[in-house]
């Protein structure tokens, strides 16, 4: 059995390290005129509010089956770095059992991803409502709060975790000069398996930038959650 002392002696390194990295964080500002990101950020209030508003009683009722269905808390609280390394926490519906993290340490060897991501087919940790929503990519609605406070914007970069950014090579830093987002170029794309494409692709989405293209993101995600592919 591993010892308790190293284990977390290693976990305090993990942060001292990241606490590190976002301090030194130099990270070019987004060119976008101011008009463009006052009309980004009024889309992302008007459209995150009135869905929370319209949407309310389906998360209600989402809300009641996953704590009827399973044990555990509501939502999944996880960690994320925002924009120019601002870290602040998000919210998705619970997808998995309570022990969830514990179980990946023994499940890494069948991760279906290079890079510091996993995922895995038929993963057992997800419970069976979980599947649903994840399938449908339900257990995103409650960032719709995190786009309405700020936090995130409707459309932009992949969210970054603190596990994946000391990960991060120099050029892929520059995800962080924009707010990330709900939805990215891999939901329309597709979800590379390599780390590397990810970053990529949410590169991509900020050197061309417009709200043209978050239009057009907006509405091919409908299509993406009505279809099923994110499962």
Request: net charge positive; proline share 6%.
């Amino acid at each position: 059995m591993a010892n308790p002392i190293v284990l977390q002696t290693s976990e305090d390194q993990m942060q001292a390290s990241f606490a590190t990295s976002i301090n030194n964080l130099s990270i070019a500002p987004c060119t976008k005129t101011l008009p463009y990101r006052f009309i980004k950020r009024l889309i992302d209030i008007v459209c995150s509010g009135s869905s929370l508003i319209l949407l309310s009683p389906f998360l209600a009722f989402i809300a009641i089956i996953i704590k009827l269905s399973s044990r555990g808390p509501l939502f999944y609280k996880w960690h994320v770095i925002g924009k120019g390394g601002k870290k602040f926490t998000g919210y998705k519906f619970r997808t998995m059992v309570v022990n969830a993290d514990e179980l990946k340490k023994e499940l890494l060897k069948y991760n279906e991803r290079k890079g510091p991501t996993f995922k895995m087919k038929n993963d057992p940790r997800i419970t069976r409502v979980g599947r649903i929503l994840r399938k449908f990519s339900l257990d995103e609605l409650p960032q719709l709060w995190s786009v309405l406070k700020g936090d995130m914007s409707l459309v932009g970069p992949r969210p970054v975790g603190p596990d994946e950014w000391i990960h991060f090579e120099e050029w892929q830093r520059r995800k962080l000069s924009v707010t990330p987002g709900m939805i990215c170029l891999w939901h329309i794309r597709g979800k590379p398996k390599e780390f590397s494409e990810w970053i990529k692709l949410d590169l991509e989405y900020i050197d061309n930038w417009s709200i043209w293209l978050d239009i057009k993101l907006l509405l091919g995600s409908a299509w993406y959650m009505i279809s099923g592919r994110n499962y």
